[in-house]
């Protein structure tokens, strides 16, 4: 599973939670029954995204189906998600994967490096695009319109320097995901929701993208591999200007659209789209936006999307200096425990292993699930905050998450978009 999208049940209420389950259950039934179990190892996170849209925009729920037990909900039955948004979810999925496994093979990483397994991860993108593509015809959705946007990715990477706007090589991806969003209203019957989800979608697809750089700008220039914000000589303070701004507008072309349940589609979206936008710029050592080094301290409003409140004392600064003076910590970082490279090894109070790595150290199928199993076992999941991926070793916050990460404030800090009434569990 993948995606940018990675909701926990102690930021969602327990009825929003159960309904990003039915979809998540829903889409995996979903590519399961449509084209075997194999397929359901491409259920995304982002992709269920679009099964959400259709049902919040359906005149009358009911959509929904009694699933059997799962292993992965602890052998119990579930209400789950079924009909054209869940195939819709499906669609986009598989073509994605069909893109990201491509995307892999072109640039060689790990073991698609390898000549046999490049051709069989080759053979494998291709049946997902053309079994993608089967589904979405299914539902009135031409893929071709995502499978175009995805193979001018190579020609946009190849073609950027230094000094060009990153925007260039986001483009396929806001146009992929533009095209889906906006198919969701067809589905439902709202065509006047057309226009504004497609905006949604196009910076919604542009946040994804240009997360997924931030995420892994470390790896790639230690391995050598390209990266969208090394290329064009983006710093990260001008990505998360951009990323912060198409946050904003995700926000504000959801308000423009007519839902019927808007609940969930708030909940991940907005809530959920903030939520990534900390997790992908959280744990670098960086510092943040608006940080100009000793001296008296910025507007912490660096930018003008910038949602979060910074009121009140740097909590990180060591007592001895003030917040902004010649020694103290850049404002919303915790305090330095040592010197090296990377992120800490987590908070949780035990003798943490694996330890975190710069780059990330990236494990084996098999070798990742020893450390996983060792992990859950020894409670890091739910304790040690940050912990590193067991299969890529990045930085992940725990599962007994910090809600207070919350924006909205007990709905005072909304701004009109009225989730005092959406449930969004704030």
């Not at 990003?20 to 992709?47: I, S």
């Not at 990483?109 to 695009?129: K, L, M, T």
């Not at 960086?286 to 301290?297: D, F, T």
Request: glycine content about 14%.
């Amino acid at each position: 599973m993948f995606g940018i999208i990675r909701p926990c049940r102690h930021r969602l209420s327990a009825r929003l939670h159960a309904d990003w389950l039915a979809h998540l259950c829903g889409l995996c039934l979903a590519l399961r029954d449509e084209h075997g179990q194999l397929a359901r190892v491409v259920t995304n996170y982002d992709g269920l995204v679009v099964s959400a849209l259709v049902e919040a925009q359906a005149p009358r729920a009911g959509g929904r189906r009694q699933a059997g037990p799962c292993p992965l909900r602890g052998m119990r039955t579930t209400s789950v998600a079924r009909g054209e948004g869940a195939q819709l979810a499906a669609a986009v999925s598989l073509v994605l994967a069909s893109a990201k496994v491509g995307d892999h093979v072109e640039d060689g990483d790990g073991a698609f490096g390898r000549r046999p397994v490049a051709g069989a991860a080759r053979r494998v993108a291709r049946r997902w695009a053309v079994q993608g593509g089967r589904t979405g015809l299914r539902v009135g959705f031409d893929t071709a319109v995502l499978t175009e946007a995805v193979g001018r990715q190579g020609e946009l990477e190849r073609a950027a320097r230094a000094g060009d706007s990153v925007l260039l090589v986001t483009e396929p991806a806001e146009l992929a995901a533009s095209a889906a969003f906006a198919q969701t209203a067809v589905l439902a019957g709202r065509p006047a929701n057309a226009a504004p989800l497609a905006e949604a979608g196009r910076l919604f697809g542009r946040v994804a993208h240009l997360l997924d750089a931030v995420e892994d700008q470390a790896a790639d220039e230690a391995d050598g591999g390209w990266n969208p914000l090394s290329a064009t000589g983006t710093s990260l303070a001008e990505a998360r200007r951009l990323v912060d701004g198409a946050v904003l507008g995700v926000e504000l072309a959801l308000r423009e659209a007519e839902f019927t349940e808007p609940a969930l589609v708030h909940a991940l979206l907005v809530h959920e789209l903030r939520q990534a936008v900390r997790r992908a710029f959280g744990h670098r050592q960086e510092p943040p936006p608006g940080w100009i080094g000793p001296g008296p301290l910025q507007s912490p409003d660096g930018f003008p999307y910038h949602r979060e409140s910074h009121s009140g004392a740097n909590p990180a600064a060591p007592a001895s200096t003030p917040p902004g003076q010649p020694g103290s910590e850049p404002p919303g970082q915790p305090p330095s425990k040592r010197r090296g490279r990377g992120p800490e090894n987590g908070d949780g109070g035990g003798c943490w292993t694996p330890k975190f790595a710069l780059p990330p150290r990236r494990r084996g199928v098999a070798f990742g699930c020893l450390v996983a199993t060792y992990m859950c076992c020894s409670c890091q999941f739910c304790c040690r905050d940050p912990f590193p991926g067991p299969w890529s070793g990045k930085p992940h916050g725990s599962w007994d998450c910090d809600c207070g990460g919350c924006d909205c404030g007990g709905c005072d800090g909304c701004d009109g978009c009225d989730c005092c009434g959406c449930d969004c569990s704030c």
